[in-house]
């Protein structure tokens, strides 16, 4: 493991009060990420240098050497999945990278049988599991509990990472990360996401992916993003001025349609309607908002269409046979990006990099 973070160095309140880029520089350990919190902590050399350790685990991890050599790397480490909200692939595709890094699991997912039914606060249910636990992977409804407790294990004696798994409506990097992989590799051979048009479909106000994923994008040269929504469920104003501090192109419609032709990538996402406070998203109209077989005439040969799922109504299964349609190979590479991150964490990243264990 690398040095703790600098969050020993600042006050909660302070902390808590700086915009998401200021933060990012408190929650790294030397070039790596010591807690994973915000996208804005990914520069765009760390992304290209995680987007290649994802793709070498990924090879190593074709043969049994291989697979073996990865397991030995954090064998006798344990990670804690502490998954307040529901979850299936970022529960799952961490337990994964978890096993392929050979860590030990151990899980909350429902407070009811953790002793914060019996009235413990979640501060001390964290400092808890850091007793046990050598990371802890959370996902809240809660906005901004996993930066609350990064801050609080970090000036405590045992201070251990966390990577947020998903925050309330703020973040989800990991995410992010994954869609950007997913970029990377639907664009090996076109210079990858640079130059491209990214339309985002959906939920935008309330989609903690899309927010995530739109600051990563500012990483890469010449990104146009367009917004697709209602205006009820536009994206936020304050997304709009990251953008415009990064001098980024983008467009606000509702005319899906209009967009697509125009489309590297079409990145759909599902009303967040657990959100609402009396239903009131379901009034209205989203038909116009999803993906069916006929829109995919109205893309270029090479462009992708990306989700985040769980998915509804937003893309019709019979898209899925279009090899345009990377959503399935999307989750997938969660898998992949999220042990890179782990082994990143863990300082392992040099090894790998080094490693003789045969590319399959
Ligand atoms: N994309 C995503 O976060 O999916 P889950 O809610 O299933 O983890």
């Known amino acids: 493991m690398t040095a703790p973070c600098s969050l020993t160095e600042i006050g909660w309140e302070e902390f808590r009060a700086l915009p998401p880029d200021h933060k990012a520089v408190y929650l790294q350990a030397g070039a790596r990420e010591y807690h994973v919190l915000l996208a804005q902590q990914f520069s765009r050399e760390r992304l290209d240098a995680l987007g290649r350790l994802a793709t070498r685990i990924r090879r190593i991890a074709k043969a049994d ?21 529901p979850s299936s692939r970022t529960f799952l595709s961490f337990c994964a990278a978890c096993q392929i890094l050979g860590m030990d699991i151990g899980e909350v997912r429902d407070t009811a049988v953790s002793s914060e039914f019996k009235g413990e606060s979640q501060e001390d249910s964290v400092r808890t599991f850091s007793s046990y636990f050598d990371l802890i992977i959370m996902r809240s409804q809660i906005g901004g509990l996993a930066e609350r407790m990064a801050w609080v294990l970090s000036n405590t004696d045992r201070p251990v990472p966390i990577i947020n ?18 970029l990377q590799r639907s664009f090996e051979r076109r210079g990858g996401p640079d130059g491209k048009t990214i339309v985002f479909v959906g939920d935008l106000a309330r989609g903690r992916t899309v927010r995530s994923l739109s600051w990563l994008l500012t990483r890469y040269r010449d990104v146009t993003q367009i917004f697709v929504a209602p205006p009820e469920l536009q994206i936020g104003e304050d997304v709009l001025g990251w953008l415009q501090q990064a001098g980024v192109q983008y467009e606000r419609t509702n005319d899906m349609a209009a967009c697509l032709p125009r489309a590297d990538a079409v990145y759909m996402t599902r009303i967040q309607d657990e959100w609402d406070a009396a239903g009131e998203s379901r009034r209205i109209p989203t038909e116009a908002f999803h993906f069916a077989r006929r829109h995919l005439d109205l893309l270029k040969p090479d462009a992708v269409v990306m989700h985040p799922f769980p998915r509804r109504q937003e893309i019709a299964p019979d898209v899925d046979s279009d090899p345009r349609a990377v959503y399935w190979r999307q989750m997938r590479n969660g898998m992949w990006i999220r042990a890179a991150l782990i082994a990143s964490v863990f300082g392992k990243d040099t090894a790998i990099e080094a490693s003789h264990v045969l590319d399959a």
């Open 65 to 85: 050497e291989g697979r073996r050599y990865l397991r030995d790397l954090l064998a006798g480490r344990r990670a804690m999945l502490y998954f307040t909200q």
């Open 165 to 182: 798994a998903g925050s309330g409506k703020d973040q989800h990097p990991t995410q992010a990360l994954l869609d950007v992989y997913t």
